[in-house]
């Protein structure tokens, strides 16, 4: 646990969740602004929208701050998925324009760009390889090759689609050096950071990144249906509106205006009513927490937390995939004997929140978690996965 944590999450007694890689705790203060914002529209309707005006430009202003970038090239948006299509169906891509991507990418950044079939663009999918040359009977996912991605590059190329991390196995890609190789070339890079942000520090600028979009309810702790999509400048000029509405016109509330004046910076992509009870969540835990704390104490922290958890697991019954430390993440995949389905159910009736796609168990600490909790959640692993063998 880093310092200063005690009083931001002071309950450390109930169910041990492992599982920040999928529906996360709400942060109590987000669940109150939620409960502020919506309090004072059961009691005053439009009335009482007037105390939440600053909602957005918050976000705006929170996001880039954690992000490195300008307020304006933050918009608000529901989750990955939505941002993703709007970036895809956007982008001016021509027939016989290509995409690299990875065989087993989360379906929120596989969808958009296999839709862009219909234009005539090829999506390349890069083959599953592990990294460090391992092999797996089971044939579950493990990683991709920045080697391969450089032989399938041609001078077609236009979208590099990957995500930070890997939902399933928790391989990271370096982005400075995928995004360094991305600039070189005149590709724009675009990135699912749904399992990083909140987890890993992240620069978009310093990464080379033209699109990242993120969930606001793993790693961020904050409302389901929330989410942040970054755009930088040059990039988002690219892009054509694929959702329209009046909340990203210039004139917004004189709706008798009907000229097409569409804002050039990230309010483009918030292009009607958005959740602003979910905005004034997100901007709950974001100042609370993820602007307080350093990012790469925050990562340092998770990455010891898996290390007590994994000393403390039997090496016969728990194996887990480990990747070089510019591939480590959030996610550690652990190899187990028997039936994750049954195994999980079990785990959560013991006391222990973790999930399981693709076969595997994964572990997923966050830092404000403590080491007796690592160290119990490993006995109760233990015990549930030799029963089951």
């Known amino acids: 646990m880093l310092p200063g944590t005690t009083d931001l999450f002071p309950d450390a007694d109930g169910p041990i969740f492992l599982g920040h890689c999928s529906v996360s705790p709400l942060y109590r203060t987000a669940a109150r602004a939620i409960r502020d914002f919506t309090d004072d529209i059961a009691a005053r309707g439009v009335g009482g929208l007037k105390n939440h005006f600053d909602i957005l430009p918050r976000l705006h202003d929170n996001g880039a ?34 995409i690299i991507s990875y065989v087993h990418e989360y379906p929120s950044n596989h969808y958009p760009w296999v839709l862009q079939g219909r234009r005539g663009v090829e999506l390349i999918l890069l083959a ?28 077609r190329t236009r979208v590099v689609a ?17 995004g360094g190789f991305c600039r070189e070339r005149g590709i724009d890079l675009v990135v699912d950071c749904a399992q990083s942000l909140g987890c890993l520090p992240l620069r978009a600028e310093a990464c080379h990144i033209a699109a990242l979009a993120a969930s606001g309810w793993k790693w961020l702790l904050g409302p389901w ?16 509106p694929v959702m329209t509405g009046p909340g990203m ?10 000229r097409w004046d569409p804002h050039d910076d990230g309010r483009l992509f918030e292009y009607s009513t958005v959740a602003w009870d979910h905005a004034a969540g997100l901007n709950a835990v974001l100042e609370e927490v993820f602007l307080r704390f350093d990012g790469a104490a925050i990562r340092d922290e ?12 039997d090496p016969d019954l728990v194996r887990p995939l480990r990747f070089d430390r510019a591939n480590r993440s959030g996610i550690v995949a652990l190899e187990v004997g028997g039936d994750v389905g049954k195994i999980m159910p079990r785990l959560a009736a013991a006391g222990v929140v973790m999930t399981g796609p693709a076969g595997y168990l994964r572990l997923a ?3 404000y978690q403590q080491d007796r909790q690592m160290i119990g959640a490993a006995a109760i692993v233990n015990r549930i996965c030799a029963e089951q063998r």
């Not at 460090?132 to 991605?149: A, F, I, K, T, V």
């Not at 990957?162 to 995928?178: E, M, P, T």
């Not at 016109?249 to 205006?257: A, F, G, N, P, S």
């Not at 998770?302 to 697991?313: K, S």
């Open 65 to 98: 701050r954690l992000l490195g970038c300008a307020a304006a090239d933050i918009s608000f948006v529901h989750n990955t998925a939505e941002a993703l299509s709007m970036v895809a169906n956007g982008y001016p891509f021509a027939p016989g324009d290509q």
């Open 249 to 258: 016109m210039r004139q917004h509330l004189d709706y008798l205006d009907h």
């Open 128 to 155: 599953d390889r592990d990294p460090l040359g391992r092999s797996d009977p089971g044939n579950r996912p493990r990683g991709w090759s920045m080697d391969e991605l450089e032989e399938r590059v041609t001078a």
């Open 365 to 367: 600490p966050h830092f």
């Open 302 to 313: 998770v990455f010891r937390l898996q290390d007590v958890f994994l000393a403390h697991c």
């Open 225 to 240: 249906a929330s989410g942040l999509l970054y755009t930088r400048s040059d990039f988002r000029r690219k892009l054509q």
């Open 162 to 178: 990957i995500s930070h991390v890997q939902f399933s196995s928790g391989y990271a890609a370096d982005l400075r050096l995928l």
